[in-house]
T-cell receptor
Framework: GAGVSQSPRYKVAKRGQDVALRCDPI?????LFWYQQALGQGPEFLTY????????KSGLPSDRFFAERPEGSVSTLKIQRTQQEDSAVYLC?????????????FGSGTQLSVL | AQKVTQAQTEISVVEKEDVTLDCVYE???????LFWYKQPPSGELVFLIR??????QNEISGRYSWNFQKSTSSFNFTITASQVVDSAVYFC????????????FGKGTRLHILP
């Protein structure tokens, strides 16, 4: 595709519900990143994939968060048993090569609201 | 440890005025990259510039210019003759050469350009 696509754009979940957020990166991009952006804050790193390999998941806040990229393209961020503190915008980004040291292309994000 | 500080939370200027957004960074690495991203109301972060730590030459791109000073660990961004379309949140970010899996963002500066 022309850019990084994320869906859904908005998600409202009841506390305790599981959610799945999708990211479709730019075709051929090796690296994929997930960031969490709380209101009024900068993006915070969650996890990083190089092709299908998850090389860094140190930013995932708890074991309720799980990400995958099984075929090295589309990625899904899953949050189990959502809590109110999970409310944030979840941003996906991709880059052409295997590094965050180059230009990142971001999607518009999924705004998650947990009630 | 990596850290990016954007002390200005919010700035308002009248259209056509010049405005400078400050960014101060901390890193122990000698090789690193600095970035500026723009986040318009649509949500996706848009890449503006990347500089590596060995290139202190200032850069100008149209109305945008960047001043990189290693002596003060600063990477400031100036918009000349601001326009209403420049209204957005601007993020300064840092990545280290030996940690190519993540970028650390500042908290951002919200810029309002008043007509």
């Amino acid at each position: 595709g022309a850019g990084v696509s994320q869906s859904p754009r908005y998600k409202v979940a009841k506390r305790g519900q599981d959610v799945a957020l999708r990211c479709d990166p730019i075709s051929g991009h090796v690296s994929l990143f997930w960031y969490q952006q709380a209101l009024g804050q900068g993006p915070e790193f969650l996890t990083y994939f190089q092709n299908e390999a998850q090389l860094d998941k140190s930013g995932l806040p708890s074991d309720r968060f799980f990400a995958e990229r099984p075929e090295g393209s589309v990625s899904t961020l899953k949050i189990q048993r959502t809590q109110q503190e999970d409310s944030a915008v979840y941003l996906c980004a991709s880059s052409r090569r295997g590094s965050a040291n180059e230009k990142l292309f971001f999607g518009s994000g999924t705004q998650l609201s947990v009630l | 440890a990596q850290k990016v500080t954007q002390a200005q939370t919010e700035i308002s200027v009248v259209e056509k005025e010049d405005v400078t957004l400050d960014c101060v960074y901390e890193t122990r690495d000698t090789t690193y990259y600095l970035f500026w991203y723009k986040q318009p109301p649509s949500g996706e972060l848009v890449f503006l510039i990347r500089r590596n730590s060995f290139d202190e030459q200032n850069e100008i791109s149209g109305r945008y210019s960047w001043n990189f000073q290693k002596s003060t660990s600063s990477f400031n961004f100036t918009i000349t003759a601001s326009q209403v379309v420049d209204s957005a949140v601007y993020f300064c970010a840092l990545s280290e050469m030996n940690r190519d899996d993540k970028i650390i963002f500042g908290k951002g500066t919200r810029l309002h350009i008043l007509p």
